[in-house]
T-cell receptor
Framework: KNEVEQSPQNLTAQEGEFITINCSYSVGISALHWLQQHPGGGIVSLFMLSSGKKKHGRLIATINIQEKHSSLHITASHPRDSAVYICAARVYFGNEKLTFGTGTRLTIIP | DTEVTQTPKHLVMGMTNKKSLKCEQHMGHRAMYWYKQKAKKPPELMFVYSYEKLSINESVPSRFSPECPNSSLLNLHLHALQPEDSALYLC????WGTGDTIYFGEGSWLTVV
């Protein structure tokens, strides 16, 4: 079993729909990252969370440390949101190793 | 400047060639990373440098040789690679030990023929 699990693996939705991607982890972490990767390859860091909730534009990320679970939400989804979304757990401060989830491939249809 | 710049974007090399991938950042980050990513898989950590010293080597074959000449530059020297080494190679940087955001480059697509 992977230390970081994501669901769903693939998600197709209509433009405008509310999107939720889930991430569960089994290790103790100091922070959890949400990353976005477009087909061209580059990865963009969307959020880094150690507690609570963060919002940036139409994106919202939450984390529940006790339940070892994080979610990424996209409101009013748009075709340009189509990408692979990856959660990655930073194991503990001082060890800069990230453990990656397997990614969620999101496709938004106009 | 919040960029991590990688060159070249694409590289095709033969199994007997020697080539290098380069990575540069000017954010003052003291941690720099090399990741390897195969198609439809998450990135796999290869090396971590902190303060220009190699701190993590994830049992990477010696045909991959990292180098950190200064705090802004990270190289990955390639020699005698195999076709299965074809992948996207991603460089990243972050502050060390602060749990700060990690910044990735656009990657170098490597094809070994």
């Amino acid at each position: 079993k992977n230390e970081v699990e994501q669901s769903p693996q693939n998600l197709t939705a209509q433009e405008g729909e509310f999107i939720t991607i889930n991430c569960s982890y089994s290790v103790g972490i100091s922070a959890l990252h949400w990353l976005q990767q477009h087909p061209g390859g580059g990865i963009v860091s969307l959020f880094m969370l150690s507690s609570g909730k963060k919002k940036h534009g139409r994106l919202i990320a939450t984390i529940n440390i006790q339940e070892k679970h994080s979610s990424l939400h996209i409101t009013a989804s748009h075709p340009r949101d189509s990408a692979v979304y990856i959660c990655a757990a930073r194991v503990y401060f001082g060890n800069e190793k990230l453990t990656f989830g397997t990614g969620t491939r999101l496709t938004i249809i106009p | 400047d919040t960029e991590v710049t990688q060159t070249p974007k694409h590289l095709v090399m033969g199994m007997t060639n020697k080539k290098s991938l380069k990575c540069e950042q000017h954010m003052g980050h003291r941690a720099m990373y090399w990741y390897k990513q195969k198609a439809k898989k998450p990135p796999e950590l290869m090396f971590v440098y902190s303060y220009e010293k190699l701190s993590i080597n994830e049992s990477v074959p010696s045909r991959f040789s990292p180098e950190c000449p200064n705090s802004s530059l990270l190289n990955l020297h390639l020699h005698a690679l195999q076709p299965e080494d074809s992948a996207l190679y991603l460089c990243a940087s972050s502050q060390w030990g602060t749990g700060d955001t990690i910044y990735f480059g656009e990657g170098s697509w490597l094809t070994v023929v």
